[in-house]
C-alpha cells in the first residue's frame, strides 16, 4: 500500500496540471467543422473535446468527391506542462509545433525550422472556428473558416 501511495505522490507532484502559467488545452477548438468554397471544395476538422492531457484531431481537405489531402493532429500537453501541436500530413511522420501564444479563445503554434508551415494558429469568432497557416513572418498564409458541421446551432458549437 504505501509504494501505492508513493507513486500516486510521484505522479501528482510531477503533474503537468501543477505549471500555473501554462495554457489551457484549446477547448474552444472541440467538434465538426466543416467550409465549403465556390467551384465545390470543401474541408473539414474534427477535434476531440480535451482529456487525459490530449486532443486528438483530423482533417481533410477536397474538391467535389474526392478528398486530396488528410491529417492526422494531436494537441498534448508535455510533462513539463507546455502545450505542442503534431501534424501528419498524409499519415507521414509527426512534426512538433510548440505553443508561442494562447488564450481562451485562440492558440498559436510554430516551429522555425519546418519547411512550410512554420506558423498554426486557431481562433474563435462567434459560432466559427478560424485556422490560418503561414511562414514565420506571414508570407504564404492559407485561412479557413469553419462553421459547425450539419447545422449546429451558435449555442451548440460555443466554447466551454
Given at each position: 500500500m504505501r509504494i501505492i501511495i508513493l507513486g500516486l505522490a510521484g505522479l501528482?507532484?510531477?503533474?503537468?496540471?501543477?505549471?500555473?502559467?501554462?495554457?489551457?488545452?484549446?477547448?474552444?477548438?472541440?467538434g465538426a467543422w466543416e467550409q465549403n468554397r465556390p467551384e465545390g471544395q470543401?474541408?473539414?476538422?474534427?477535434?476531440?473535446?480535451?482529456?487525459?492531457?490530449?486532443?486528438i484531431g483530423a482533417a481533410r481537405i477536397g474538391k467535389g468527391d474526392k478528398a486530396v489531402v488528410?491529417?492526422?493532429?494531436?494537441?498534448?500537453r508535455r510533462?513539463?506542462?507546455?502545450?505542442?501541436?503534431?501534424?501528419?500530413p498524409f499519415g507521414r511522420?509527426?512534426?512538433?509545433?510548440?505553443?508561442v501564444d494562447a488564450g481562451s479563445t485562440m492558440i498559436e503554434f510554430a516551429n522555425p525550422a519546418h519547411d512550410y508551415p512554420q506558423r498554426i494558429r486557431y481562433w474563435r469568432?462567434?459560432?466559427?472556428?478560424?485556422?490560418?497557416?503561414?511562414?514565420?513572418?506571414?508570407?504564404?498564409?492559407e485561412e479557413?473558416?469553419?462553421?459547425?458541421?450539419?447545422?449546429?446551432t451558435p449555442a451548440q458549437a460555443r466554447p466551454r
Open positions: 501528482l507532484s510531477a503533474s503537468p496540471l501543477a505549471a500555473a502559467d501554462s495554457p489551457e488545452l484549446p477547448r474552444c477548438m472541440t470543401w474541408a473539414d476538422e474534427y477535434w476531440t473535446p480535451p482529456r487525459g492531457g490530449l486532443m488528410f491529417e492526422h493532429m494531436r494537441i498534448i510533462d513539463d506542462g507546455t502545450l505542442v501541436f503534431l501534424a501528419q511522420p509527426a512534426v512538433e509545433f510548440p505553443t469568432e462567434g459560432d466559427r472556428l478560424k485556422a490560418r497557416i503561414s511562414r514565420m513572418d506571414g508570407s504564404q498564409a479557413w473558416d469553419y462553421g459547425p458541421m450539419g447545422g449546429a
